[in-house]
């Protein structure tokens, strides 16, 4: 089992470009977690999905941030027109089932606009 | 709403000392509780959890209990390690909701 896989690791990217982050849960997790940690701060709830469906949007952006976990393939998180207030590392997370039986963090993507 | 917070930090101990990190929490419902570690460039790792109260969550050397009555869930350990150096992380997360609600941090520094 490889655990949650998340990549790229780094990503860099100019003002106004798109970032996309991708994740994939543990083999036969079907919930997916996006966080997003601020330098020096806890991590803070961004999205919740399940394959095809998104269930609790609720810490997302309004505008610019978009997420995706499709029938087939990994969960994706967008970020269009990236601004220096996007750098941060986007964790995700998978679960089986309930969630007091704790959640499988992937390594992160840390993301930096410059 | 439901919250977490965590003793500010950075703390630094010297190795084989005793270690507390305070962890108090709001909660409008039933909450589970959590204990999570973060490596230097890694992502998190569970290091213990407790789900009812009085329950003790333990995992290499460190322990917590749910404290209903007082709201906390402070983790402990007895003889640090300078491999425990990391930021620790109380969390819950209420029954029925799933998502967790993190408090801030703690950076730990274990001098050998």
């Known amino acids: 089992n490889a655990g949650v896989m998340q990549n790229p690791r780094h990503l860099v990217r100019r003002r106004g470009q798109e970032a996309r982050l991708r994740c994939s849960p543990m083999k036969g997790h079907s919930h997916v977690y996006w966080y997003r940690q601020l330098p020096e701060e806890g991590l803070k709830f961004m999205v919740y999905?399940?394959?095809?469906?998104?269930?609790?949007e609720s810490g997302m952006p309004k505008e610019r941030f978009s997420a995706e976990f499709p029938k087939e393939g990994p969960s994706i998180l967008r970020i269009q027109q990236v601004v220096r207030g996007d750098s941060a590392a986007y964790f995700c997370a998978s679960l089986l089932g309930e969630a007091e039986h704790g959640y499988t963090f992937g390594s992160g993507t840390r993301l930096t606009v410059v | 709403g439901n919250s977490v917070t965590q003793m500010e930090g950075p703390v630094t101990l010297s190795e084989e000392a005793f270690l507390t990190i305070n962890c108090t929490y709001t909660?409008?419902?039933?909450?589970?509780l959590f204990w999570y570690v973060q490596y230097p460039g890694e992502g998190l790792q569970l290091l213990l959890k407790a789900t009812k109260a009085d329950d003790k969550g333990s995992n290499k050397g460190f322990e917590a209990t749910y404290r209903k009555e007082t709201t906390s869930f402070h983790l402990e350990k007895g003889s640090v390690q300078v491999s425990d150096s990391a930021v620790y992380f109380c969390a819950l997360t209420i029954q029925g909701a799933q998502k967790l609600v993190f408090g801030q941090g703690t950076r730990l520094t274990i001098n050998p």
């Open positions: 999905l399940q394959k095809e469906n998104i269930i609790d």
């Open positions: 909660a409008t419902g039933y909450p589970s």
